[in-house]
């Protein structure tokens, strides 16, 4: 399993990733967890949008498999690509919780507009404990 954990360009680390692999195994899911940066690296071509549809919608060119399974956040608020990753995930279907940066994961219902001008924190996440 992949999880693609999605992040203001500035907030994630390392150690996050080694946390959220360590919080899925403890919950019997062996993921690989991926840092949003890492994946705007080596995939982003230009455009926002493309590339947000193309973070979910990815495929794995041997296995035909979606190249992430799961998506994961955290904090308060989120950015404006953040916000467009998280969205097409829940459009398409796809799972995706909000993590409080311990032990705690929620599932994410929507992702709120609240400041349209502020692209680094203009939106929240709606969630439930399910």
Known sequence: ???FYAHARDGARVKDRVAL?????GKGLEAHVVLGINDH??????????WQKDVVHRVNFVTKKPVYDLFIT???????ATA???????????PVFWWDGNGKLERVTGVVTFDPE?????????????
């Open 41 to 50: 690296i080596k995939n982003w071509k230009g455009n926002w949008e493309e």
């Open 21 to 25: 692999r360590t919080l899925l195994a």
């Open 84 to 94: 467009g990753i998280l969205r097409e995930a829940l459009s398409a279907g796809k």
């Open 118 to 130: 502020d692209w680094q924190h203009g939106w929240r996440f709606e969630r439930s404990e399910k």
């Open 74 to 80: 955290g904090g308060d608020t989120c950015g404006r």
């Open 1 to 3: 399993m992949r999880a």
